[in-house]
């Protein structure tokens, strides 16, 4: 049983001076029955494991453990990215195709597995572990260079300090010594203090300068770091220029008095506004606030002068109809285009969206060319107009088109004597990808 | 000596030597365990006014050049990429070339750490920490530049999954994302292998540290290590887990750098030799790159007897067997672009070593292919001068490869219409430059305050180190008289002793 004395020690360092020594003496430790011992060397030395009768870490399998766990992470972290949350879609390809995803899975997993090894390792050892008795010895310094020592700690149930003495120096230790057990500190120095508190003070100027920023108000505008594209040396329209350049110190000029310029001459009725040559022009607004004026335009029926409606102005009208129109219209313009099919699965009704008009009603049906021209150009109700992207003469071609759909694709109208009649199309009955859900 | 010696069936004796002992891994007739520490522990611990001169005159240049990499990047990042010769149809020039160049750099260093461990090189003991640490500054030059390639360096945070304010999220099937997560984890874990490594020998030099600075700095990053054979137990059990898991990664890095190449569709690129063949590539050049800084090291800092003329040799032979294998994956690719029968193939391989950058081709060839030939002479492998020269020509050749295949492959893609010529500008040739003194700055403070060889490493396979010797005086171990093998030689434990 220890003595008062050896309350005082960490334990008894016996120090040996080759591999054969610390071998040797670790057997006999071992032997003797002693449990809370170990011995020091400055490199590994191998076998002495057996000797000392250390038993295999169990670190490998933690690894195991963690590096499947990082393929687990690597392989949800895509599925959960570029499936689930925010789907690709490339070429038609599946959302999921496990190939492409190994390598970042597998680099994950190594990553896991190595990170853990690591610090793995260090728990296991107990480290960082700076306020060693041992350190405090100033013979065991040698120990990272090139001597072995053995110590057997006060707290081991069979230790007696003069018993340890006598066993160690019988194994022919070097040198025989107690270690004591003070835990004082050795004093840092003074800048380190001062480098310490300086540190952290400074550290707390970022995180000051961003509650400023989220809680006080100011009136400046807010600090630019990156500049972008954000100035850039030009003048933006509806802006003042004081260059004394101009009398009226405008950046934008106006046209000289006067003139049209090349192709703005707007003196066929027929074909820029859809209305009969002589009438009324209507102002360049939606069809609804045209309709709400009350003023009564002479719509046109059938197709301006012109155009002439032939085969390829049909093929041209499908094709911008198909660029233009159909991601809402649908390519058989019965309303089920992409966009609205997805507006439909995210319920985007519930937040204001107004789905697209079937092309097939009765109301598209009965606008005439005109009104139809002016919807394409100007927009109607929500719909946007595409006078701005879509020039007259192809405005006047999908207007042929969209007759031609009409006239072909109301299968849901057919007479009942041709067959059972074909129920119409409906958002469920379209497949829409899973993405931003 | 034995029955099995030749003179038995009249062949020549081998007189005293046992030919299963290999050379001694540290020359030298008095070397142990304290001369070891000693020579290594020697070199971070003279005062900084006795620095060798030839360490600040290196450190001035490397200095300069990182401020002209830091002008250069400042002028890039306030200018925009614009600065660069980047432009169509060539739209990876420099930049990309100097990051699969300096990523390449990167692999020698795991690959003797981990590769070399697995496989039972004692011979790597006296160069892996310095091919450890040149691997991790390679990595961070390597990631430089990709980095600032992006263009809008403040964005750069938009490589990684996090989540953001526009509810997007990166493209796992592009292989550039893929070469996000291998370089980062590449970085880390060299980071994290080669700081392991030293926590012993940081140990050393903390005990040996004489004032306040270094006991608190060393102090703090050996973490408290004793020494202690249980903490040794877990510890060489980790860096096995670590060096087994190094390897593969070290394989795949380079193959995922290759895969931003291969899964394109440029005559050239797309083919499927790019793995294996960036791979031996990137061992190449890491090799050439790793005799490229110990030859003068150890010739500055009096480490020739721990890195001997046998590592050299050693060295020698790798940088010409991957040069073979380079060379044989030159030829390959040509086999195939004509056996293939592809005409856009074909023509990018013709146009490759006969159209306008032959130049270019060639000075690869002779580089990669032609000069490490001379190593199949002994005498040359022990010519420092020709190995100094070798590896640097190797350099030399590995960074026209990189320009070679991103270059020629893009300026001449199917449209003759979109053909053209690239041409550096000076930002393109200062910042490569700039980032020799990133590389060299941090490997130069290294060498000058870290433990620059592992000492355990190499204290755990001198002769001594496995007892039993009778080479030490204090000789009252030796209850075994199995006579131990020097390191170096057959890895059977020599002291298995069984207890009595």
């Given at each position: 049983m220890a003595d008062s004395q050896d309350q005082e020690l960490h334990g008894v360092v016996g120090y040996f001076t080759d591999v054969d020594g610390i071998k040797n003496a670790s057997r006999k430790i071992r032997d003797a029955g002693f449990q809370r011992w170990d011995t020091y060397t400055p490199f590994p030395v191998h076998g002495i494991d057996g000797e000392m009768g250390i038993k295999p870490t169990i670190l490998p399998w933690i690894v195991l453990g963690m590096g499947l766990t990082g393929m687990g992470v690597g392989l949800l972290l895509q599925w959960y990215t570029n499936a689930?949350?925010?789907?690709?879609e490339i070429s038609g390809k599946p959302d999921w195709s496990l190939p492409a995803n190994i390598p970042v899975a597998f680099e994950t997993t190594i990553a896991f597995s190595a990170f853990t090894t690591f610090f793995g390792m260090l728990a296991l050892n107990k480290l960082p572990?700076?306020?060693?008795?041992?350190?405090?010895?100033?013979?065991?310094?040698?120990?990272?260079?090139d001597r072995f020592a053995l110590c057997i700690e006060a707290t081991d149930p069979a230790f007696h300090a003069e018993r340890v003495r006598t066993l160690l120096a019988g194994a022919n230790a070097e040198?025989?010594?107690?270690?004591?057990?003070?835990?004082?500190?050795?004093?840092?120095?003074?800048?380190?203090?001062?480098?310490?508190a300086l540190l952290t003070c400074l550290t707390f100027i970022p995180l000051a300068v961003a509650f400023k920023g989220r809680f006080a108000t100011s009136d400046k505008p807010r600090y630019h770091v990156w500049p972008d594209m954000d100035w850039q040396r030009k003048r933006k329209t509806q802006t003042e220029w004081n260059t004394g350049l101009f009398e009226d110190n405008r950046a934008m000029r106006l046209p000289v008095a006067g003139t049209i310029p090349l192709g703005e001459l707007r003196d066929?009725?027929?074909?820029y506004y859809g209305v009969a040559q002589g009438s009324i022009a209507p102002p360049p607004v939606s069809k609804t606030e045209v309709d709400d004026s009350g003023v009564a335009y002479q719509w046109l029926d059938g197709y301006p002068t012109a155009v002439v409606v032939d085969e390829a102005l049909l093929e041209r009208g499908r094709q911008r109809y198909n660029i233009n129109c159909s991601m809402c219209h649908g390519v058989r313009g019965n309303g089920l285009g992409s966009v609205a099919l997805r507006?439909?699965?995210?319920?985007a009704q519930e937040t204001g969206w107004v789905a697209p008009k079937s092309l097939l009603e009765d109301s598209a049906e009965n606008y005439s060319n005109g009104e139809l021209f002016h919807i394409a150009s100007h927009g109607v109700s929500s719909m946007y107009g595409y006078a701005s992207s879509v020039t007259t003469q192809d405005r006047w071609a999908i207007v042929s088109y969209v007759r031609a759909l009409q006239a072909t694709q109301g299968i849901d109208r057919l007479p009942d004597d041709v067959g059972p009649a074909q129920p119409a199309p409906r958002p469920e009955d379209f497949r829409v990808s899973d993405s931003s859900r | 000596m034995s029955s099995q010696d030749p003179a038995a069936f009249g062949g020549p004796s081998f007189g005293d030597e046992d030919p299963r002992q290999r050379p001694l891994l540290v020359d030298g007739e008095h070397e142990d365990f304290a001369s070891v520490t000693q020579a290594v522990s020697g070199i971070p611990e003279v005062e900084l006014q006795k620095t060798n001169k030839a360490w600040i005159a290196c450190f001035m240049v490397s200095l300069g050049l990182l401020g002209v990499l830091g002008a250069m990047l400042a002028h890039l990042i306030l200018t925009g990429v614009g600065v660069w010769g980047n432009n169509n149809p060539v739209y990876w020039g420099w930049p990309i070339v100097n990051f699969v160049f300096w990523v390449g750099i990167g692999h020698a260093g795991t690959l003797i750490s981990a590769v070399l461990f697995l496989t039972r090189q004692n011979w790597r003991t006296a160069v892996n920490r310095a091919a450890e640490a040149m691997t991790i500054f390679a990595v961070v030059c390597a990631g430089m530049f990709p980095g600032v390639h992006i263009g809008r360096v403040w964005v750069a945070y938009w490589l990684f999954p996090l989540p953001n304010q526009m509810a997007m999220w990166p493209n796992f099937r592009s292989p550039l994302l893929w070469d996000v997560f291998a370089v980062s984890t590449y970085a880390s874990v060299s980071l994290v292998f080669w700081y392991m490594g030293m926590i012993p020998d940081l140990a050393t030099l903390r005990d040996r540290a004489s004032n306040t600075a270094r006991k608190i700095g060393y102090g703090i990053f050996s973490l408290g290590w004793t020494g202690s054979s249980r903490h040794w137990h877990r510890y060489e059990r980790a860096y096995?887990?670590?060096?087994?898991?190094?390897t593969p990664l070290v394989l795949s890095v380079h193959s995922v750098v290759s895969f931003d190449f291969a899964t394109s569709q440029v005559p050239g690129w797309h083919t499927t030799i790019f793995p294996p063949y960036f791979v031996a590539g990137a061992i190449f050049s890491g090799f050439a790159m790793v005799l490229t800084l110990m030859v003068p090291a150890r010739q500055f800092f009096g480490l020739k007897h721990i890195i001997t003329m046998k590592h050299i040799d050693v060295m020698c032979r790798i940088l010409m067997a991957t040069g073979l294998l380079v060379g044989y994956a030159y030829a390959i690719e040509f086999f195939i672009a004509w056996y293939g029968g592809v005409q856009y193939e074909s023509f990018a391989f013709v146009n490759r070593a006969f159209g306008n950058y032959a130049w270019a081709y060639w000075i690869m060839v002779s580089c990669n292919v032609i000069f490490p030939q001379l190593f199949w002479s002994q005498k040359m492998r022990r010519n420092l001068w020709v190995v100094m020269l070798i590896s640097i020509t190797t350099n030399i050749g590995m960074w026209f490869e990189r320009f070679v295949i991103t270059v020629t492959s893009l300026s001449r893609d199917f449209l003759p219409s979109s053909w053209g010529y690239f041409s550096p500008?000076?930002?393109?040739?200062?910042?490569?430059?700039?980032?020799?003194?990133?590389?060299?700055?941090?490997?130069?403070?290294?060498?000058r305050f870290l433990p620059t060889v592992a000492m355990a490493e190499v204290k755990s396979v001198m002769p001594q180190a496995h007892g039993a010797h009778g080479n030490e005086t204090h000789g009252h171990g030796a209850h075994d008289e199995t006579p131990a093998l020097?390191?170096?030689?057959?890895?059977?434990?020599?002291?298995?002793?069984h207890e009595s």
């Open positions: 689930y949350d925010y789907v690709f572990h700076l306020s060693n008795p041992l350190h405090k010895l100033e013979r065991f310094k040698r120990v990272t260079d040198f025989v010594e107690d270690c004591p057990r003070d835990t004082s500190r050795a004093a840092l120095p003074m800048w380190f203090h001062g480098m310490a066929d009725y027929e074909f507006a439909d699965k995210i319920g | 096995l887990l670590l060096a087994a898991l190094a500008t000076w930002v393109d040739m200062l910042m490569f430059l700039g980032s020799f003194g990133l590389f060299f700055t941090l490997f130069l403070l290294f060498l020097p390191a170096g030689g057959a890895q059977t434990a020599p002291a298995q002793r």
